[in-house]
């Protein structure tokens, strides 16, 4: 079994920033691509941001320039800097880290969620 913990959730001020963090423990053979999902109140969680295992990182359009998502991988740990912080990015920060298994296959498995508020 897989644990992840969030961490650097808060309340800020427009323009303001945050960094968030993730780490992984437990039954941990590889760790392939780590990213970080957001659901605002009332609306479909989306897609932030990924970071393969050894690939290029992958962003919504509208995070571009604003957020970075980076790995520790020796301590199994994402995280997400996010700069210039906007009202519409409050939501609920969702890590997720695809495990690879010993005899084959692999499992994603999702952080419990940090709220970011942002205020405008």
């Known amino acids: 079994q897989v644990q992840l913990v969030e961490s650097g959730g808060g309340l800020v001020q427009a323009g303001g920033s945050l960094r968030l963090s993730c780490a992984a423990s437990g039954s941990i053979f590889i760790i392939d691509t780590m990213g970080w999902t957001r659901q605002a109140p009332g609306k479909q969680r989306e897609w932030v941001a990924t970071?393969?295992?050894?690939?290029?990182?992958n962003y919504v359009d509208s995070m571009k320039g604003r957020f970075t998502i980076s790995r520790d991988n020796a301590k199994n740990t994402v995280y997400l800097q996010m700069n210039n912080l906007k009202h519409e990015d409050t939501a609920v920060y969702y890590c997720?880290?695809?495990?690879?298994?010993?005899?084959?296959?692999?499992?994603?498995?999702w952080g419990q969620g940090t709220q970011v508020t942002v205020s405008s």
């Open positions: 997720n880290v695809d495990v690879r298994a010993p005899g084959g296959g692999v499992y994603r498995y």
């Open positions: 970071i393969p295992s050894g690939g290029a990182t």
